[in-house]
Nanobody, 123 residues
Framework: QVQLVESGGGLVQAGGSLRLSCAASGRTFSRYAMGWFRQAPGKEREFVAGISWSGGSTSYADSVKGRFTISRDNAKNTVYLQMNNLKHEDTAVYYC????????????????WGQGTQVTVSS
């Protein structure tokens, strides 16, 4: 079955950077779009960034544009989220997810989810 394992979260000061990784297994990674989502305490889970199966198309939430970068290495079955200039409001559990439909774009329903990694930004 599809497994997604996130890593790289932690505590960082405002203005700092973190790089999240998500290792995927259980199917042909390179055929599927990947996304990052986050959920802050008391809030609903929200879309952060997505990347197409080839890496040629990306999308971002307005709140992270210009600060976060999503990328993927299909040879390593891994998707990354580089987060720069972090703000206190970026504090959340970050989840990696993938779609069930192959060769789709980053928009749409995500079916498989990782367990999440905590990112805490101190102000």
């Amino acid at each position: 079955q599809v497994q997604l394992v996130e890593s790289g979260g932690g505590l960082v000061q405002a203005g700092g950077s973190l790089r999240l990784s998500c290792a995927a297994s259980g199917r042909t990674f390179s055929r599927y779009a990947m996304g990052w989502f986050r959920q802050a305490p008391g809030k609903e889970r929200e879309f952060v960034a997505g990347i197409s199966w080839s890496g040629g198309s990306t999308s971002y939430a307005d709140s992270v544009k210009g600060r976060f970068t999503i990328s993927r290495d299909n040879a390593k079955n891994t998707v990354y989220l580089q987060m720069n200039n972090l703000k206190h409001e970026d504090t959340a559990v970050y989840y990696c997810a993938t779609r069930s439909i192959p060769f789709g774009d980053p928009a749409g329903v995500y079916k498989y989810w990782g367990q999440g990694t905590q990112v805490t930004v101190s102000s």
